[in-house]
């Protein structure tokens, strides 16, 4: 077995450094914890980059049901269906708003489906996208151009007509909305742009815009669902529904599952010939999702969500420290703000064996997977308040 240093320079060898250098190489994980490839241990905080955000990493139930799936069919195209794909679609729309799905594999594909859904319903001539500063909805073309300029850089030029607007900003919103203007996505909480948390009313004002105008309305959970924010979609604290919503991440219990979803309206938008994904909602994947979706209701993660998120909350704010100016989230999507750059804690915390991650300059971001056990929740936590202090 390769040594992570080892691994570590050969990844700058043979992979497109995008992502910079690579900070670990990884070769196990069970639960919320994860080895690197030296051995040492970590408490993962945030694993999978959220797609491991129901049960962390290689939980029994997903790996049996990945492990029968292999044995028995990978892929198969999409002129046919299968089982596992039916019955992750039924668990998605019936814990939501009903309609139908279109699988993918990412949340940057399920936008992409989205806005060409959006546009379809829309009809002739509008085109238009409304989207929020500080969003974040992919890196493909389509979702890029929703995504601050800041991104951009060097891609232009993006999707025309799209018209960002603050967060929140009501009013800014009904006046960027023309006779161009096709669709709203928004971000029901905002991920990468600082873990922000928008009014009820900022919400359904989104909603009633939408109907009065006859556009279409976005909810980006790519971040936020399933069950992560203590409801099964993150729309569900503001007593709206949206007409599309996006899923990827923990959607796919750990496999690459992206998921446009529409509801009973546009669910047939996307016609014959309209769009596609070879590999999209192949059963491998499937079959994980599906096992992910059964975990959150066997173990009643969204309520543990809510209720373990609010006392992982309430702990850091009692320990009183000093860097710390605010303490926000919903269930555990957490956000701790600090007077310091964010990074200097990540980097911190890897050394001390937890990963956690960051959102913008002085936000960190937990996201610990909904089953975590207690006695390592605490342990984590132990080890981030110490850091922070
Ligand atoms: C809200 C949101 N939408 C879309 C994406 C893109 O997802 P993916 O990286 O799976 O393409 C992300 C990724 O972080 C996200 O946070």
Redesign the pocket.
Known sequence: MATQTELLAESNEYLIPNYGPRMLAIVRGQGARLWDADGKEYIDFFPG??AGGVAGHCHPAIVAAVKAQAETLLSHGNFFTNQPEIELAKAITQHAFGGKVFFCH??????EAAIKLVRLAAGEGKYKIISFNN?????TMG?LSLTPAAKQEGFEPMLPGNVKVDYGDLIGVAEAIDDETAGIFV?PIQ??GGVNIPTIEFMQGLRTLCDEKGILLVC?E??TSPARTGKWFAYQHFGIEPDVM?L??AIGGGAPV?ACVASPKYADVLGPGKHGCTMGGNPLCAVAGLEAMKLIERENLVERAATKGEQIMQTIRDANIPCVTDVRGAGFMIGIEIDKPALDVFKAAMAAGLLICLAGTNVVRLAPPLTIEDDLLEKGLNILIDLLK
């Open positions: 980059f959220g990412s949340g940057a594909e399920a936008n969003c974040f909805h992919g890196r979702g971000e991920g990468e980006d790519v971040w996006t990827a991440k992206g």
